[in-house]
Nanobody, 114 residues
Framework: VRPVESGGGLVQPGGSLRLSCAAS????????MGWYRQAPGKQRELVASTTSGGGTNYADSVKGRFTISRDNAQNTVYLHMNSLKPEDTAVYYC?????????WGQGTQVIVSS
């Protein structure tokens, strides 16, 4: 059982995309949910996260451009990405944490290119 991402694709620089992550269970049961990304040849890095208490955290590189939100009724977390740059190109992975356990989605590709 794992979360399921959707919404990736090809977008021009300066464009926007919204990624969705359907949780594997009730979203309120998880300590945190969010997104990591991994670009070719680079380590996976945290993009944004949200906790069950409503707190959020962002990588410095996306602050002011990306927003993470959650819809508890739909058990879905969203990543709204604006002003996209070529360096945002990566596979984006949704994660859920439950106590010390982490659960990962299979990833969705985002390509920012003209």
């Amino acid at each position: 059982v794992r979360p399921v991402e959707s919404g990736g694709g090809l977008v021009q620089p300066g464009g926007s995309l919204r990624l969705s992550c359907a949780a594997s269970g009730s979203i309120s049961s998880f300590n945190a949910m969010g997104w990591y990304r991994q670009a070719p040849g680079k380590q996976r890095e945290l993009v944004a996260s949200t906790t069950s208490g409503g707190g959020t955290n962002y990588a410095d590189s996306v602050k002011g451009r990306f927003t993470i939100s959650r819809d508890n009724a739909q058990n879905t977390v969203y990543l709204h990405m604006n002003s996209l740059k070529p360096e945002d190109t990566a596979v984006y992975y949704c994660f859920e944490t439950l106590e010390t356990d982490w659960y990962w989605g299979q990833g969705t590709q985002v390509i920012v290119s003209s």
